[in-house]
Protein backbone atom coordinates (compact mmCIF):
# COMPACT_ATOMS: atom_id res chain seq x y z
CA UNK A 1 0.00 0.00 0.00
CA UNK A 2 1.64 3.37 -0.95
CA UNK A 3 1.66 6.30 1.03
CA UNK A 4 -1.21 8.38 -0.22
CA UNK A 5 -3.31 5.10 -0.14
CA UNK A 6 -2.73 4.71 3.32
CA UNK A 7 -3.66 7.99 4.54
CA UNK A 8 -6.95 7.86 2.64
CA UNK A 9 -7.58 4.62 4.07
CA UNK A 10 -6.74 5.79 7.93
CA UNK A 11 -8.63 8.78 7.44
CA UNK A 12 -11.80 7.31 6.48
CA UNK A 13 -11.49 5.10 9.17
CA UNK A 14 -11.03 7.34 11.82
CA UNK A 15 -13.54 9.43 10.57
CA UNK A 16 -16.19 6.54 10.82
CA UNK A 17 -15.50 5.43 13.94
CA UNK A 18 -16.16 8.72 14.93
CA UNK A 19 -19.74 9.45 12.61
CA UNK A 20 -20.74 6.02 13.34
CA UNK A 21 -22.49 5.11 16.87
CA UNK A 22 -21.39 1.59 18.68
CA UNK A 23 -22.50 -0.47 21.10
CA UNK A 24 -21.14 0.21 24.66
CA UNK A 25 -20.97 -3.08 26.60
CA UNK A 26 -23.68 -2.07 28.57
CA UNK A 27 -25.77 -2.07 25.43
CA UNK A 28 -26.35 1.56 24.83
CA UNK A 29 -25.72 3.38 21.59
CA UNK A 30 -24.49 6.70 22.87
CA UNK A 31 -22.53 7.58 26.18
CA UNK A 32 -24.00 9.26 28.80
CA UNK A 33 -23.82 12.88 28.96
CA UNK A 34 -23.60 14.61 32.34
CA UNK A 35 -22.30 13.51 35.31
CA UNK A 36 -23.60 10.93 37.71
CA UNK A 37 -24.96 12.09 40.81
CA UNK A 38 -25.56 8.96 42.54
CA UNK A 39 -26.26 5.55 42.20
CA UNK A 40 -29.54 4.55 43.22
CA UNK A 41 -32.73 6.93 42.60
CA UNK A 42 -36.01 5.57 45.35
CA UNK A 43 -39.32 7.50 44.19
CA UNK A 44 -42.14 7.43 46.73
CA UNK A 45 -44.78 8.58 44.85
CA UNK A 46 -46.62 9.56 47.95
CA UNK A 47 -50.30 9.61 46.18
CA UNK A 48 -53.71 8.98 46.86
CA UNK A 49 -54.78 13.28 46.90
CA UNK A 50 -52.92 14.86 49.52
CA UNK A 51 -53.87 18.53 51.04
CA UNK A 52 -51.75 21.07 51.33
CA UNK A 53 -53.15 22.52 54.44
CA UNK A 54 -53.02 19.21 56.52
CA UNK A 55 -49.00 18.24 54.97
CA UNK A 56 -46.35 20.86 54.36
CA UNK A 57 -48.62 23.89 55.94
CA UNK A 58 -49.72 22.04 59.14
CA UNK A 59 -52.62 23.58 59.66
CA UNK A 60 -54.39 19.90 60.74
CA UNK A 61 -57.68 20.72 61.87
CA UNK A 62 -57.70 24.39 62.12
CA UNK A 63 -58.33 25.20 58.19
CA UNK A 64 -60.33 21.44 56.88
CA UNK A 65 -62.95 21.77 59.96
CA UNK A 66 -62.54 25.39 61.26
CA UNK A 67 -61.14 24.12 64.94
CA UNK A 68 -59.75 26.98 66.17
CA UNK A 69 -55.64 26.42 68.05
CA UNK A 70 -55.95 22.48 66.48
CA UNK A 71 -52.73 23.66 63.77
CA UNK A 72 -49.83 21.58 63.53
CA UNK A 73 -47.21 19.19 62.05
CA UNK A 74 -49.06 15.73 61.83
CA UNK A 75 -45.46 14.69 59.05
CA UNK A 76 -42.57 14.91 61.35
CA UNK A 77 -40.52 12.53 59.51
CA UNK A 78 -41.17 14.76 56.20
CA UNK A 79 -41.35 18.11 57.80
CA UNK A 80 -40.58 20.30 60.63
CA UNK A 81 -42.99 22.30 62.77
CA UNK A 82 -44.58 21.14 66.71
CA UNK A 83 -46.99 18.76 66.39
CA UNK A 84 -50.95 19.69 67.10
CA UNK A 85 -52.17 19.47 71.00
CA UNK A 86 -56.14 19.58 70.25
CA UNK A 87 -57.92 16.66 69.16
CA UNK A 88 -55.45 13.99 68.44
CA UNK A 89 -56.72 11.35 66.49
CA UNK A 90 -54.09 10.32 63.72
CA UNK A 91 -52.21 8.58 65.70
CA UNK A 92 -52.20 4.55 66.98
CA UNK A 93 -54.75 3.50 69.15
CA UNK A 94 -53.69 2.55 73.04
CA UNK A 95 -56.27 0.87 75.15
CA UNK A 96 -58.68 3.30 77.49
CA UNK A 97 -57.23 5.79 75.67
CA UNK A 98 -59.45 7.26 72.84
CA UNK A 99 -58.60 6.35 69.32
CA UNK A 100 -55.61 7.83 67.33
CA UNK A 101 -54.26 9.15 70.49
CA UNK A 102 -51.02 8.08 70.45
CA UNK A 103 -48.76 9.86 67.79
CA UNK A 104 -46.10 7.63 66.15
CA UNK A 105 -42.36 8.59 67.12
CA UNK A 106 -40.28 10.32 64.76
CA UNK A 107 -38.19 7.85 63.43
CA UNK A 108 -35.55 10.48 61.92
CA UNK A 109 -33.47 12.34 63.61
CA UNK A 110 -33.93 15.02 60.97
CA UNK A 111 -36.80 15.63 59.26
CA UNK A 112 -36.10 15.32 55.54
CA UNK A 113 -37.11 19.19 55.42
CA UNK A 114 -33.98 19.75 56.67
CA UNK A 115 -31.79 17.81 55.58
CA UNK A 116 -32.38 18.25 51.54
CA UNK A 117 -34.56 20.01 48.82
CA UNK A 118 -38.02 20.96 49.40
CA UNK A 119 -40.17 22.44 46.59
CA UNK A 120 -42.82 24.03 48.93
CA UNK A 121 -45.25 24.71 46.12
CA UNK A 122 -45.29 22.43 43.17
CA UNK A 123 -48.34 22.75 40.50
CA UNK A 124 -49.60 19.12 39.95
CA UNK A 125 -50.69 18.91 36.08
CA UNK A 126 -54.39 17.38 37.12
CA UNK A 127 -56.46 16.57 39.87
CA UNK A 128 -56.96 12.93 39.20
CA UNK A 129 -54.94 10.07 40.87
CA UNK A 130 -53.84 8.19 37.37
CA UNK A 131 -52.94 11.39 35.36
CA UNK A 132 -50.93 12.31 38.45
CA UNK A 133 -48.66 9.01 38.61
CA UNK A 134 -48.16 9.04 34.84
CA UNK A 135 -47.22 12.84 35.42
CA UNK A 136 -44.57 12.02 38.09
CA UNK A 137 -43.14 8.57 35.94
CA UNK A 138 -43.13 10.18 32.55
CA UNK A 139 -42.27 13.97 33.04
CA UNK A 140 -45.48 14.94 30.37
CA UNK A 141 -48.49 16.69 31.26
CA UNK A 142 -50.90 13.21 30.06
CA UNK A 143 -53.15 15.40 28.49
CA UNK A 144 -55.68 12.43 26.61
CA UNK A 145 -54.13 10.17 29.27
CA UNK A 146 -56.70 7.27 29.04
CA UNK A 147 -57.76 4.76 32.27
CA UNK A 148 -56.69 1.61 32.24
CA UNK A 149 -54.13 1.53 29.72
CA UNK A 150 -50.05 1.92 29.80
CA UNK A 151 -49.22 5.76 30.11
CA UNK A 152 -49.20 7.29 26.47
CA UNK A 153 -45.63 8.72 26.99
CA UNK A 154 -42.20 6.89 28.00
CA UNK A 155 -42.02 6.42 31.68
CA UNK A 156 -38.76 7.22 33.29
CA UNK A 157 -38.16 3.52 33.49
CA UNK A 158 -37.85 3.63 30.19
CA UNK A 159 -35.61 6.36 29.42
CA UNK A 160 -33.01 4.87 31.45
CA UNK A 161 -33.34 1.35 30.39
CA UNK A 162 -33.10 2.78 26.83
CA UNK A 163 -30.13 5.96 27.72
CA UNK A 164 -28.50 4.97 30.56
CA UNK A 165 -28.43 1.02 29.68
CA UNK A 166 -29.79 -0.64 32.95
CA UNK A 167 -30.97 -4.26 32.44
CA UNK A 168 -34.68 -4.81 33.79
CA UNK A 169 -33.97 -5.87 37.40
CA UNK A 170 -32.58 -2.25 38.00
CA UNK A 171 -35.77 -0.70 37.89
CA UNK A 172 -38.46 -1.53 39.97
CA UNK A 173 -41.88 -0.22 40.52
CA UNK A 174 -43.58 -1.26 43.30
CA UNK A 175 -47.66 -0.57 43.23
CA UNK A 176 -49.62 -0.86 45.86
CA UNK A 177 -52.51 -3.19 44.06
CA UNK A 178 -53.94 -4.39 40.73
CA UNK A 179 -56.75 -2.12 40.66
CA UNK A 180 -57.38 0.91 38.27
CA UNK A 181 -54.54 1.30 36.47
CA UNK A 182 -51.85 0.53 38.76
CA UNK A 183 -50.63 -2.02 37.22
CA UNK A 184 -49.27 -0.46 33.85
CA UNK A 185 -47.19 2.09 35.35
CA UNK A 186 -44.30 0.13 34.85
CA UNK A 187 -44.06 1.25 31.45
CA UNK A 188 -45.71 2.60 28.71
CA UNK A 189 -47.13 1.80 25.33
CA UNK A 190 -44.72 4.49 23.50
CA UNK A 191 -43.97 2.81 20.10
CA UNK A 192 -40.30 3.85 20.35
CA UNK A 193 -39.95 2.62 24.02
CA UNK A 194 -42.21 0.21 25.47
CA UNK A 195 -42.26 -3.11 27.43
CA UNK A 196 -38.90 -3.73 25.88
CA UNK A 197 -37.22 -0.87 28.26
CA UNK A 198 -40.02 -1.53 31.05
CA UNK A 199 -39.61 -1.74 34.61
CA UNK A 200 -39.97 -5.18 36.86
CA UNK A 201 -43.11 -4.85 38.72
CA UNK A 202 -45.09 -6.45 41.57
CA UNK A 203 -48.34 -5.50 42.93
CA UNK A 204 -46.64 -6.12 46.57
CA UNK A 205 -49.77 -6.49 48.73
CA UNK A 206 -51.03 -9.03 45.82
CA UNK A 207 -48.11 -10.60 44.91
CA UNK A 208 -47.30 -11.56 48.23
CA UNK A 209 -50.79 -12.05 49.89
CA UNK A 210 -52.37 -15.32 51.05
CA UNK A 211 -53.80 -15.75 47.17
CA UNK A 212 -50.04 -15.65 46.18
CA UNK A 213 -48.48 -18.05 48.52
CA UNK A 214 -51.27 -20.28 47.65
CA UNK A 215 -50.77 -19.88 43.86
CA UNK A 216 -46.52 -19.21 43.93
CA UNK A 217 -45.26 -20.42 47.37
CA UNK A 218 -45.49 -24.20 46.54
CA UNK A 219 -43.44 -23.91 43.80
CA UNK A 220 -40.14 -26.15 43.69
CA UNK A 221 -36.47 -24.82 43.95
CA UNK A 222 -34.41 -25.51 40.85
CA UNK A 223 -31.16 -25.32 40.12
CA UNK A 224 -29.66 -23.22 37.50
CA UNK A 225 -28.92 -26.56 36.20
CA UNK A 226 -32.11 -27.73 36.01
CA UNK A 227 -33.46 -24.69 34.41
CA UNK A 228 -30.84 -24.96 31.44
CA UNK A 229 -32.72 -27.60 29.37
CA UNK A 230 -36.01 -25.61 29.92
CA UNK A 231 -34.84 -22.05 28.95
CA UNK A 232 -32.50 -23.46 26.02
CA UNK A 233 -36.07 -25.09 24.59
CA UNK A 234 -37.98 -22.15 25.24
CA UNK A 235 -35.90 -20.09 23.73
CA UNK A 236 -35.78 -21.77 20.73
CA UNK A 237 -39.53 -22.40 20.74
CA UNK A 238 -39.42 -18.50 20.95
CA UNK A 239 -37.06 -17.73 18.34
CA UNK A 240 -39.77 -19.85 15.82
CA UNK A 241 -42.60 -17.63 17.00
CA UNK A 242 -41.18 -14.08 17.14
CA UNK A 243 -43.49 -11.38 17.95
CA UNK A 244 -43.48 -7.60 16.39
CA UNK A 245 -42.77 -4.95 19.03
CA UNK A 246 -46.31 -4.15 19.78
CA UNK A 247 -47.06 -7.88 20.60
CA UNK A 248 -44.95 -7.81 23.69
CA UNK A 249 -47.14 -8.23 26.36
CA UNK A 250 -44.17 -8.13 28.96
CA UNK A 251 -41.07 -7.05 31.03
CA UNK A 252 -38.18 -8.74 29.43
CA UNK A 253 -35.45 -10.14 31.84
CA UNK A 254 -32.70 -12.10 31.27
CA UNK A 255 -32.67 -15.97 32.40
CA UNK A 256 -30.88 -15.28 34.72
CA UNK A 257 -32.79 -12.12 35.93
CA UNK A 258 -35.97 -14.01 35.66
CA UNK A 259 -34.47 -17.47 38.09
CA UNK A 260 -33.36 -14.39 40.81
CA UNK A 261 -36.48 -12.68 40.37
CA UNK A 262 -38.25 -16.79 41.52
CA UNK A 263 -36.08 -16.95 44.16
CA UNK A 264 -36.51 -13.47 45.43
CA UNK A 265 -40.34 -14.45 45.73
CA UNK A 266 -39.92 -18.11 47.31
CA UNK A 267 -37.36 -15.98 49.76
CA UNK A 268 -40.32 -13.65 50.37
CA UNK A 269 -42.44 -16.28 51.53
CA UNK A 270 -40.31 -17.87 53.39
CA UNK A 271 -39.25 -15.04 55.57
CA UNK A 272 -43.10 -14.54 55.71
CA UNK A 273 -43.26 -17.74 57.33
CA UNK A 274 -40.40 -17.30 59.25
CA UNK A 275 -41.62 -13.65 60.57
CA UNK A 276 -38.37 -12.77 59.32
CA UNK A 277 -39.53 -9.46 56.86
CA UNK A 278 -38.35 -5.87 58.16
CA UNK A 279 -40.96 -4.04 58.84
CA UNK A 280 -41.93 -0.45 59.91
CA UNK A 281 -42.31 -0.13 63.16
CA UNK A 282 -46.37 0.36 62.92
CA UNK A 283 -47.45 -1.85 59.89
CA UNK A 284 -51.28 -1.52 60.42
CA UNK A 285 -52.41 -0.13 56.67
CA UNK A 286 -51.83 -1.53 52.66
CA UNK A 287 -49.49 1.35 52.50
CA UNK A 288 -46.82 0.00 55.16
CA UNK A 289 -47.42 -3.45 53.53
CA UNK A 290 -46.12 -2.00 50.22
CA UNK A 291 -43.23 -0.12 51.44
CA UNK A 292 -42.10 -3.51 53.54
CA UNK A 293 -42.26 -5.29 50.10
CA UNK A 294 -40.55 -2.10 48.39
CA UNK A 295 -37.69 -2.60 50.76
CA UNK A 296 -37.29 -6.63 50.36
CA UNK A 297 -36.83 -5.81 46.89
CA UNK A 298 -33.95 -3.03 47.34
CA UNK A 299 -32.45 -5.13 49.47
CA UNK A 300 -32.16 -7.94 47.08
CA UNK A 301 -31.80 -5.85 43.87
CA UNK A 302 -29.91 -2.71 45.10
CA UNK A 303 -32.07 -1.04 41.87
CA UNK A 304 -30.82 2.01 40.35
CA UNK A 305 -34.14 3.14 40.68
CA UNK A 306 -37.21 1.82 42.40
CA UNK A 307 -40.23 3.55 42.75
CA UNK A 308 -43.40 2.57 44.75
CA UNK A 309 -46.57 3.72 45.29
CA UNK A 310 -49.03 4.62 48.46
CA UNK A 311 -52.55 5.94 48.41
CA UNK A 312 -54.21 5.10 51.94
CA UNK A 313 -55.07 8.77 52.40
CA UNK A 314 -57.37 8.51 49.49
CA UNK A 315 -59.86 7.72 52.21
CA UNK A 316 -60.28 11.21 52.34
CA UNK A 317 -63.03 11.19 49.61
CA UNK A 318 -65.59 9.87 52.59
CA UNK A 319 -63.42 9.94 56.01
CA UNK A 320 -61.45 13.00 57.10
CA UNK A 321 -60.36 11.19 60.41
CA UNK A 322 -58.42 8.20 58.15
CA UNK A 323 -57.20 10.71 56.29
CA UNK A 324 -55.06 12.40 59.13
CA UNK A 325 -54.24 8.81 60.64
CA UNK A 326 -53.01 7.89 56.46
CA UNK A 327 -51.28 10.68 55.68
CA UNK A 328 -49.17 10.43 59.85
CA UNK A 329 -48.91 6.59 58.23
CA UNK A 330 -47.50 7.95 55.19
CA UNK A 331 -44.99 9.77 57.06
CA UNK A 332 -43.61 7.60 59.17
CA UNK A 333 -42.94 4.66 56.55
CA UNK A 334 -41.10 7.39 54.18
CA UNK A 335 -39.04 7.95 57.26
CA UNK A 336 -38.62 4.59 57.86
CA UNK A 337 -37.92 3.35 54.19
CA UNK A 338 -34.55 6.29 53.94
CA UNK A 339 -33.75 4.60 57.28
CA UNK A 340 -33.52 1.38 56.34
CA UNK A 341 -31.73 2.16 53.41
CA UNK A 342 -29.39 4.03 55.32
CA UNK A 343 -28.39 1.57 58.18
CA UNK A 344 -29.34 -1.69 56.30
CA UNK A 345 -28.20 -1.58 52.82
CA UNK A 346 -24.83 -0.61 52.75
CA UNK A 347 -24.28 -0.82 48.95
CA UNK A 348 -27.08 1.80 48.72
CA UNK A 349 -26.49 3.64 51.93
CA UNK A 350 -24.59 7.18 50.83
CA UNK A 351 -25.31 6.77 47.50
CA UNK A 352 -28.90 7.09 47.00
CA UNK A 353 -31.12 10.20 46.68
CA UNK A 354 -34.87 9.79 47.80
CA UNK A 355 -37.61 12.06 46.04
CA UNK A 356 -40.98 11.95 47.99
CA UNK A 357 -43.88 13.71 45.72
CA UNK A 358 -47.61 13.40 45.71
CA UNK A 359 -49.49 12.97 42.57
CA UNK A 360 -52.14 15.06 43.39
CA UNK A 361 -53.65 17.37 46.26
CA UNK A 362 -57.11 18.00 47.51
CA UNK A 363 -60.04 20.45 47.37
CA UNK A 364 -60.14 23.99 49.05
CA UNK A 365 -63.87 23.10 49.90
CA UNK A 366 -65.20 20.12 51.80
CA UNK A 367 -67.53 17.79 50.33
CA UNK A 368 -70.85 16.62 52.82
CA UNK A 369 -69.69 13.35 54.19
CA UNK A 370 -69.14 13.60 57.86
CA UNK A 371 -67.12 10.86 59.39
CA UNK A 372 -67.06 9.93 62.80
CA UNK A 373 -65.93 12.21 64.40
CA UNK A 374 -67.95 14.76 62.64
CA UNK A 375 -65.43 16.11 60.29
CA UNK A 376 -66.22 17.16 56.70
CA UNK A 377 -64.45 14.95 53.64
CA UNK A 378 -62.35 16.37 50.58
CA UNK A 379 -62.40 15.13 47.12
CA UNK A 380 -59.61 16.23 44.24
CA UNK A 381 -60.67 18.46 42.10
CA UNK A 382 -60.30 22.32 41.78
CA UNK A 383 -57.44 24.57 42.08
CA UNK A 384 -56.39 23.62 45.39
CA UNK A 385 -56.50 19.86 43.93
CA UNK A 386 -53.21 21.39 41.58
CA UNK A 387 -51.06 22.39 44.76
CA UNK A 388 -48.02 19.95 45.79
CA UNK A 389 -44.84 19.68 47.18
CA UNK A 390 -41.82 17.67 46.42
CA UNK A 391 -38.54 16.54 48.40
CA UNK A 392 -35.37 15.55 47.89
CA UNK A 393 -32.60 14.24 49.82
CA UNK A 394 -29.85 12.03 49.42
CA UNK A 395 -26.36 12.25 48.38
CA UNK A 396 -24.97 15.26 47.30
CA UNK A 397 -28.45 16.67 47.94
CA UNK A 398 -28.27 19.92 50.86
CA UNK A 399 -30.81 21.71 52.72
CA UNK A 400 -32.32 24.82 50.38
CA UNK A 401 -35.95 25.57 49.92
CA UNK A 402 -37.00 26.45 46.68
CA UNK A 403 -40.40 28.32 46.07
CA UNK A 404 -43.38 29.39 48.39
CA UNK A 405 -46.88 29.47 48.92
CA UNK A 406 -46.52 33.02 47.67
CA UNK A 407 -44.17 32.08 44.93
CA UNK A 408 -44.38 28.71 43.54
CA UNK A 409 -42.07 27.43 41.52
CA UNK A 410 -41.84 24.06 39.82
CA UNK A 411 -44.13 21.98 38.07
CA UNK A 412 -44.79 17.53 38.88
CA UNK A 413 -43.27 17.03 35.83
CA UNK A 414 -40.01 18.19 36.94
CA UNK A 415 -39.64 14.51 38.93
CA UNK A 416 -38.85 12.53 35.55
CA UNK A 417 -36.48 14.71 34.21
CA UNK A 418 -34.64 15.28 37.96
CA UNK A 419 -34.26 11.43 38.06
CA UNK A 420 -32.75 11.65 34.15
CA UNK A 421 -29.99 14.23 35.70
CA UNK A 422 -29.04 12.16 38.35
CA UNK A 423 -27.97 9.13 36.38
CA UNK A 424 -25.94 11.43 33.55
CA UNK A 425 -28.76 10.94 31.19
CA UNK A 426 -30.70 14.32 31.12
CA UNK A 427 -29.58 15.24 27.67
CA UNK A 428 -31.11 12.44 25.75
CA UNK A 429 -34.19 12.22 27.43
CA UNK A 430 -35.04 15.64 26.78
CA UNK A 431 -34.27 15.41 23.56
CA UNK A 432 -37.25 12.96 23.35
CA UNK A 433 -39.28 15.40 22.80
CA UNK A 434 -41.55 13.40 24.82
CA UNK A 435 -41.80 15.72 27.60
CA UNK A 436 -43.85 18.56 28.99
CA UNK A 437 -42.07 21.30 27.46
CA UNK A 438 -41.57 23.65 30.67
CA UNK A 439 -40.25 20.17 32.28
CA UNK A 440 -37.00 20.85 34.14
CA UNK A 441 -34.32 18.97 36.24
CA UNK A 442 -34.97 20.39 40.04
CA UNK A 443 -31.35 20.36 39.94
CA UNK A 444 -31.51 23.73 37.59
CA UNK A 445 -33.98 25.25 39.60
CA UNK A 446 -31.77 25.53 42.71
CA UNK B 1 -68.57 -24.42 -55.40
CA UNK B 2 -64.83 -23.35 -54.25
CA UNK B 3 -66.54 -21.89 -50.75
CA UNK B 4 -67.32 -25.80 -49.90
CA UNK B 5 -64.62 -27.18 -51.20
CA UNK B 6 -62.97 -24.60 -48.78
CA UNK B 7 -65.57 -25.10 -45.62
CA UNK B 8 -64.93 -28.94 -46.01
CA UNK B 9 -60.88 -28.84 -45.63
CA UNK B 10 -61.21 -26.41 -42.93
CA UNK B 11 -63.91 -28.98 -41.33
CA UNK B 12 -61.55 -32.27 -41.91
CA UNK B 13 -58.58 -30.16 -40.56
CA UNK B 14 -60.51 -29.18 -37.26
CA UNK B 15 -61.70 -32.56 -36.61
CA UNK B 16 -58.23 -34.33 -37.26
CA UNK B 17 -56.92 -31.57 -34.90
CA UNK B 18 -59.21 -32.34 -32.32
CA UNK B 19 -58.96 -35.88 -32.60
CA UNK B 20 -54.97 -36.04 -32.40
CA UNK B 21 -55.25 -33.66 -29.45
CA UNK B 22 -57.22 -36.66 -27.42
CA UNK B 23 -54.57 -38.94 -26.05
CA UNK B 24 -55.62 -41.64 -23.22
CA UNK B 25 -54.14 -40.40 -19.55
CA UNK B 26 -51.48 -42.11 -17.92
CA UNK B 27 -51.04 -42.69 -14.27
CA UNK B 28 -47.42 -41.99 -13.29
CA UNK B 29 -46.54 -43.55 -9.86
CA UNK B 30 -43.01 -41.39 -8.24
CA UNK B 31 -42.74 -44.05 -5.88
CA UNK B 32 -43.83 -41.58 -2.55
CA UNK B 33 -45.77 -42.34 -0.07
CA UNK B 34 -49.42 -41.27 0.63
CA UNK B 35 -49.26 -38.32 3.48
CA UNK B 36 -51.64 -36.61 5.26
CA UNK B 37 -51.17 -33.32 5.25
CA UNK B 38 -51.36 -30.56 8.03
CA UNK B 39 -49.65 -27.12 8.54
CA UNK B 40 -46.56 -27.49 10.24
CA UNK B 41 -46.31 -23.37 11.00
CA UNK B 42 -48.00 -21.88 13.67
CA UNK B 43 -50.58 -19.11 12.45
CA UNK B 44 -51.96 -17.84 15.44
CA UNK B 45 -52.10 -13.85 15.81
CA UNK B 46 -54.88 -13.62 18.69
CA UNK B 47 -53.58 -13.37 22.44
CA UNK B 48 -54.58 -15.75 25.10
CA UNK B 49 -55.89 -13.50 28.33
CA UNK B 50 -54.97 -14.15 31.71
CA UNK B 51 -57.99 -16.31 32.04
CA UNK B 52 -58.09 -17.92 29.16
CA UNK B 53 -54.08 -19.00 29.65
CA UNK B 54 -54.70 -20.17 32.82
CA UNK B 55 -57.65 -22.21 31.98
CA UNK B 56 -56.37 -23.33 29.01
CA UNK B 57 -53.24 -24.59 30.86
CA UNK B 58 -54.81 -26.03 34.45
CA UNK B 59 -57.16 -28.46 31.82
CA UNK B 60 -53.87 -29.27 29.75
CA UNK B 61 -52.06 -30.37 32.59
CA UNK B 62 -54.54 -31.71 35.08
CA UNK B 63 -57.27 -32.60 32.49
CA UNK B 64 -59.84 -31.14 34.42
CA UNK B 65 -61.47 -27.88 34.40
CA UNK B 66 -60.19 -25.21 36.97
CA UNK B 67 -62.34 -23.87 39.48
CA UNK B 68 -63.79 -20.36 39.38
CA UNK B 69 -62.26 -19.17 41.98
CA UNK B 70 -59.24 -20.30 41.59
CA UNK B 71 -58.76 -19.26 38.24
CA UNK B 72 -59.95 -15.88 39.88
CA UNK B 73 -57.41 -16.14 42.60
CA UNK B 74 -54.68 -16.77 40.08
CA UNK B 75 -55.34 -14.30 37.88
CA UNK B 76 -54.62 -11.78 40.15
CA UNK B 77 -51.45 -12.95 41.04
CA UNK B 78 -49.93 -13.31 37.64
CA UNK B 79 -51.66 -9.71 37.15
CA UNK B 80 -49.60 -8.17 39.93
CA UNK B 81 -46.04 -9.27 38.23
CA UNK B 82 -44.46 -7.18 35.82
CA UNK B 83 -42.77 -10.32 34.37
CA UNK B 84 -45.25 -12.30 32.96
CA UNK B 85 -42.36 -15.49 32.59
CA UNK B 86 -41.66 -15.35 35.93
CA UNK B 87 -45.15 -15.73 36.92
CA UNK B 88 -45.65 -18.09 34.82
CA UNK B 89 -42.58 -20.09 35.46
CA UNK B 90 -43.68 -19.82 39.03
CA UNK B 91 -47.27 -21.26 38.41
CA UNK B 92 -46.21 -24.21 36.38
CA UNK B 93 -43.58 -25.08 39.07
CA UNK B 94 -46.63 -25.08 41.69
CA UNK B 95 -48.40 -27.01 39.44
CA UNK B 96 -46.21 -29.98 39.20
CA UNK B 97 -45.24 -30.07 43.10
CA UNK B 98 -48.92 -31.01 43.10
CA UNK B 99 -47.28 -34.50 41.73
CA UNK B 100 -51.24 -34.67 40.32
CA UNK B 101 -50.13 -33.11 36.49
CA UNK B 102 -51.35 -35.89 33.97
CA UNK B 103 -47.94 -36.30 31.83
CA UNK B 104 -45.98 -39.22 30.70
CA UNK B 105 -42.56 -40.02 32.69
CA UNK B 106 -39.07 -39.67 31.43
CA UNK B 107 -38.93 -42.90 30.32
CA UNK B 108 -41.20 -42.93 28.45
CA UNK B 109 -39.85 -39.77 27.07
CA UNK B 110 -36.66 -41.49 26.22
CA UNK B 111 -38.11 -44.71 24.83
CA UNK B 112 -40.01 -42.72 21.88
CA UNK B 113 -38.44 -39.25 21.78
CA UNK B 114 -39.99 -39.21 18.19
CA UNK B 115 -43.45 -39.60 19.53
CA UNK B 116 -42.94 -37.57 22.65
CA UNK B 117 -41.74 -34.58 20.47
CA UNK B 118 -44.99 -35.21 18.09
CA UNK B 119 -47.50 -35.46 21.29
CA UNK B 120 -45.97 -32.16 22.92
CA UNK B 121 -46.66 -30.45 20.08
CA UNK B 122 -50.05 -31.35 19.16
CA UNK B 123 -50.74 -31.10 23.10
CA UNK B 124 -49.90 -27.34 23.56
CA UNK B 125 -49.67 -25.95 20.41
CA UNK B 126 -52.31 -28.05 19.06
CA UNK B 127 -50.23 -28.43 15.85
CA UNK B 128 -47.58 -31.04 14.41
CA UNK B 129 -44.07 -29.82 14.76
CA UNK B 130 -41.83 -28.91 11.90
CA UNK B 131 -39.15 -31.06 10.09
CA UNK B 132 -36.72 -28.80 11.95
CA UNK B 133 -38.38 -28.26 15.25
CA UNK B 134 -38.84 -32.22 15.41
CA UNK B 135 -34.98 -32.89 14.48
CA UNK B 136 -33.67 -30.16 17.33
CA UNK B 137 -35.75 -31.54 20.25
CA UNK B 138 -35.19 -34.81 19.68
CA UNK B 139 -31.34 -34.21 19.29
CA UNK B 140 -31.58 -32.15 22.35
CA UNK B 141 -32.82 -34.90 24.72
CA UNK B 142 -31.40 -37.76 23.29
CA UNK B 143 -28.12 -35.84 23.78
CA UNK B 144 -28.84 -34.03 27.38
CA UNK B 145 -30.21 -36.59 30.27
CA UNK B 146 -30.62 -33.32 32.22
CA UNK B 147 -33.78 -32.80 30.35
CA UNK B 148 -36.86 -33.83 31.87
CA UNK B 149 -40.25 -33.96 31.04
CA UNK B 150 -41.23 -31.25 33.75
CA UNK B 151 -38.81 -28.73 31.59
CA UNK B 152 -40.03 -29.74 28.57
CA UNK B 153 -43.86 -28.90 29.64
CA UNK B 154 -42.25 -25.82 31.44
CA UNK B 155 -40.40 -24.51 28.21
CA UNK B 156 -43.72 -25.05 25.82
CA UNK B 157 -46.32 -23.79 28.51
CA UNK B 158 -44.50 -20.61 28.56
CA UNK B 159 -43.42 -20.07 25.17
CA UNK B 160 -44.79 -17.25 23.20
CA UNK B 161 -46.94 -19.39 21.12
CA UNK B 162 -48.84 -21.02 23.91
CA UNK B 163 -50.08 -17.65 24.79
CA UNK B 164 -51.73 -16.88 21.10
CA UNK B 165 -54.32 -18.93 19.05
Known amino acids: MNRKKFIQKSSLALGGSIVAPYLLPSGRLFAKTGSVKADHVVLVMFAGGVRQQESILGRYLEDSQGVLGAAGNIMPNLFEGNAPTKKIVYGTSIAGLPNGSEPIPKLLTQSMENSGVLFPELRALSAGHYVGLSTLLTGNTGTAQG ?48 LQYG ?14 REVLGNSKTYTRADLEPMYYIKNFLDNSFSLSKDQIASVSNTDEERTQIKDFIKSVFAKQQAGQLAMPPVLDNGDAINVMYAAEVLREFKPKILAVNISSVDGCHSNFTGYLQSLHRADHITGWLWQHIQNNIPEMSGNTIMIVAPECGRNEKPNPILDQNDWLAFDHSDKNALRVWSLMLGKGVYRQRVGSEAKPIGRLTDIAPTIADIFGVLDPVMQSGLLDPLAKSQFLQL | ?34 MGISEDKSNKTKKKNGAEYISILYTNLYQKAISPNQLYKTQNVLYSIGDQDVANEMLLS ?17 SDIDAFVVNTFKRFYLRYPSEGEKAFLKQYISKSNAVSVEMVYTAFATSKEYQYY
Open chain 1, 147 to 194: LRVRPRYPTIFEYLRKHAGFKATDTWFIGNGIGNSTPLLNSSNHPDYG
Open chain 2, 1 to 34: MHNSIKQFALFVLLTSALLGACKKEQTIVFGVNN
Open chain 1, 199 to 212: ANMFAAPVTFSASG
Open chain 2, 94 to 110: NYFNTGSIIMPSNAIMR
